[in-house]
Nanobody
C-alpha cells in the first residue's frame, strides 16, 4: 500500500520560509516523478512544482519560480519543497503526489497516481 505523508506546514509571516517534506512508503521513489500541488480555500487544486525521477529536471508554476525549490532524496524516499519569500497568496493546503509513470513530470494532475493527505500552509500579511 502506497502512502505519502506530508509535513512541515504551519503559520508563517509574509517573507518567511518553510520546508515541506513528503515521505513515501510502499513505493520506490526513484522510479517515479513527484509533484507538489496546492489548494486554496474555495479554489481548485493547482500545480506548484514537479521533479523527474532522477532529480535532474524540474518544473514550476510561474508564480513560485525563483521562490520555491523542489528536491528529492531517493535514498530517504523523501521529496522536499523549500518555500522562501512566502506571500499571503501562497496560503493553501499543499499536497505531494507520485506520478503514474517515470517519464512525466509536470502540471497535469491526471498524471499523478498517489496523493498525500496534505499539509496546511498559512502565510499572514
Amino acid at each position: 500500500q502506497v502512502q505519502l505523508v506530508e509535513s512541515g506546514g504551519g503559520l508563517v509571516q509574509a517573507g518567511g520560509s518553510l520546508r515541506l517534506s513528503c515521505a513515501a512508503s510502499g513505493l520506490t521513489l526513484s522510479s517515479v516523478a513527484m509533484g507538489w500541488f496546492r489548494q486554496a480555500p474555495g479554489k481548485g487544486r493547482e500545480f506548484v512544482s514537479a521533479i523527474s525521477w532522477s532529480g535532474l529536471n524540474t518544473d514550476y508554476q510561474d508564480a513560485v519560480k525563483g521562490r520555491f525549490t523542489i528536491s528529492r532524496d531517493n535514498a530517504k524516499n523523501t521529496v522536499y519543497l523549500q518555500m522562501n519569500s512566502l506571500k499571503p497568496e501562497d496560503t493553501a493546503v499543499y499536497y505531494c503526489a507520485a506520478g503514474a509513470r517515470a517519464s512525466y513530470y509536470g502540471p497535469q494532475i491526471t498524471e499523478y497516481e498517489h496523493w498525500g493527505q496534505g499539509t496546511l500552509v498559512t502565510v499572514s500579511s
